[in-house]
């Protein structure tokens, strides 16, 4: 059984364990991926054709399924830590695109029992000079990808669009939701503050042997319902547009859940 631990971006990485020494070549690497296999309620996840039903009871469908992974941590049984190189850490997993399914990296060799990682982008580097936030970092392809707030210079950490016969008609004649939820915790003033830290234990479905080679996969399924149905049911008819307001916190504490470790592939 997984544990989920949700901290805030106070707490991020200030796990009591002995940090590991850096490698000193690659030759004392080894690639390690995560899969993000995203599904709906135990259904696989289908954009735009299939119908799903919310806990309140809501029909809706899924247009955009989108969200960051980054600074991911591994674990040994004798609490060394391995912390990914952090210019290497930072995902974009979109349910339109399969080969952003795969975290990829590289772990020294060595058997890992736990993992973490933050869903969403950590302060530090949503405030970083521009020049060292690339890749799906790069402010300009975010706002391509529609993760990245120009008005508010943040980014947003997970984004879930679809239509619902319970939302509102917008300018082009649909019935769409939108969650686009994000917030670090501000600059000087603290603010909303949605950054979460999953922490998996992956011992009951299989640690990650990772070995010179071969690739180690550890592989989640990703319960998007999660968003809808957790701590608090969100409602499409009540909140069919979820953006930058305090009511944010509620769904990003329902997709902190989300994360369920299936298996591992060694």
Known sequence: ??????????????????KEKQPQNDETMTEMTVEFDNIMGGQNLFLNTVTYTNAAGEPFTVSMAQYYISNIKLRKADGTEYVVNQDSSYFLIKESDPLTRFARFKVPAGNYHQISFVVGVDSLRSTMDITQRTGVLDPAGGMDDGMYWGWNSGYIFLRLEGTSPLAPVDPSGQRKYRFHIGGFGGYSAPTINNIKTVTTDLTASGIAQARA??????????????????????????????MFSNYSLNVANNYAT???HDHTEN
Request: positive net charge.
């Open 213 to 242: 080679g071969r690739t180690a996969n550890i592989h989640y399924l990703v319960d998007l319902m999660k968003v809808f149905n957790g701590t608090t049911n969100i409602s499409i008819a009540a909140n069919p547009s979820i």
């Open 1 to 18: 059984m997984i544990k989920i631990f949700l901290y805030t971006a106070m707490t991020l990485g200030l796990f009591s364990c002995k």
């Open 258 to 260: 989300m994360f369920y």
